[in-house]
């Protein structure tokens, strides 16, 4: 126990579930017991049941009676999580997706099925096509066929406001966007997640595809966006379908 106290410090769920099961439970050597992504019998595995908790108790203690409050009443958000007029339906959808999907840059992966308003959870997506499939399901207006990367959804953000519109990072609360562009952002120069509570810097989680996990993960817009902390940030918010 003394050597896994580091574990309490991490940021990263995956780490933290995966750092706990190699040097607390002592199961480097036992991999066919892992099942980081997936139980024996097909259930989520230790990573998306880290981000179901995570999502769950957000930065409480579950030792307090706060925690163990927000962690037995399994029809609340966490307790982080802000209010905003998007934060119902699109958190909703969003985090009912928590570890599924796997990455791929590929618009839309025709493994997602036909049916975009409800997905195969075993198909493909990446950062963009995500948040285009929250957004669908949720009711909102989204390009035809996943028609937009991070570069277009900041363009029209800003611009023409034809599915999002660019807001003050002082208003951005839960179920807003977040998008960071290097450039054009295309590929990897460009990265965009769903915020779970209020903005409040680099500490703010965020709910993605990509990023820190290999499935949909939540994790702090800090460790997410790393990589592209220097490029331009644009915060916008949905806009309903008719």
């Known amino acids: 126990y003394q050597g896994a106290k580091h574990i309490f410090k991490e940021t990263s769920a995956h780490q933290a579930a995966y750092d706990w099961l190699m040097e607390y439970e002592g199961m480097r050597n036992n ?41 037995s009443d399994d029809t609340t958000g966490s307790s982080c999580d802000a209010t905003s007029e ?82 003050d990072k002082k208003e951005a609360k839960a179920g807003d966007i977040v998008i960071v562009n290097q450039g054009e952002g295309s590929g990897n120069n460009g990265h965009t997640a769903i915020l779970t509570e209020d903005w409040h810097g680099n500490q703010t989680r965020i709910i993605e595809s990509g990023g820190t996990g290999k499935s949909i993960n939540i994790a702090q817009f800090g460790t997410a966006f790393s990589s592209l902390l220097s490029g331009e940030t644009t915060f916008a918010r949905a806009i309903k379908a008719k």
């Not at 028609?147 to 023409?160: E, I, R, V, Y």
């Open 86 to 167: 998007n934060d119902g339906d699109i958190l909703k959808t969003a985090k009912g997706w928590l570890g599924y999907f796997y990455y791929v840059q590929t618009h839309p992966s025709s493994d997602l099925g036909k049916d975009l308003k409800n997905p195969n959870k075993s198909g493909g997506t990446d950062c963009s096509g995500f948040v285009w499939l929250v957004l669908n399901k949720a009711g909102y207006k989204v390009p035809a066929n996943m028609g937009w990367f991070t570069g277009t959804m900041a363009s029209d953000a800003t611009g023409p406001h034809h599915y999002l519109k660019a807001i």
């Open 31 to 71: 991999p066919e017991q892992w099942f980081l992504e997936k139980g024996p019998s097909g259930q989520p595995g230790r990573y998306p049941l880290a981000d179901h908790w995570l999502a769950k108790l957000g930065d409480t203690d579950p030792g307090t009676s706060d925690g163990l409050a927000t962690a």
